[in-house]
């Protein structure tokens, strides 16, 4: 079983930058592949960022492709997201998840684990 925290969400204004986290219990996680998702007020849950278990297989959606950066260190069991040049439709609530597995996938049903989630608002 593996938890997941995340962690760095807030109000920002349109051109700013944030920096999520997601800290993972367990001892599986580097052997893990990780994601980023969100989900705006009456929209689906929808796929932002990817990355495998050794960080070399990134995925970005088209959205963010150039603005954020995914990255993790396996050593301290986290997982980031920094997000640069924020725009008013970046607004949402950012969830990390984790996949039984070390290649990185772009779809919701491919993770196996879930965090509650950060909110993000920028304003404009």
């Known amino acids: 079983q593996v938890q997941l925290v995340e962690s760095g969400g807030g109000l920002v204004q349109a051109g700013g930058s944030l920096r999520l986290s997601c800290a993972a219990s367990?001892?599986?996680?580097?052997?893990?592949?990780m994601g980023w998702f969100r989900q705006a007020p009456g929209k689906e849950r929808e796929f932002v960022a990817a990355?495998?278990?050794?960080?070399?297989?990134?995925y970005y959606a088209d959205s963010v492709k150039g603005r954020f950066t995914i990255s993790r260190d396996n050593a301290k069991n986290t997982m980031y997201l920094q997000m640069n040049s924020l725009k008013p439709e970046d607004t949402a609530v950012y969830c990390c998840?984790?996949?039984?597995?070390?290649?990185?996938?772009?779809?919701?049903?491919?993770?196996?684990?879930w965090g509650q989630g950060t909110q993000v608002t920028v304003s404009s």
């Open positions: 998840a984790a996949r039984r597995y070390p290649h990185p996938g772009l779809a919701r049903v491919q993770y196996d684990y």
């Open positions: 367990g001892r599986a996680f580097s052997t893990y592949a």
């Open positions: 990355i495998s278990w050794s960080g070399g297989t990134i």
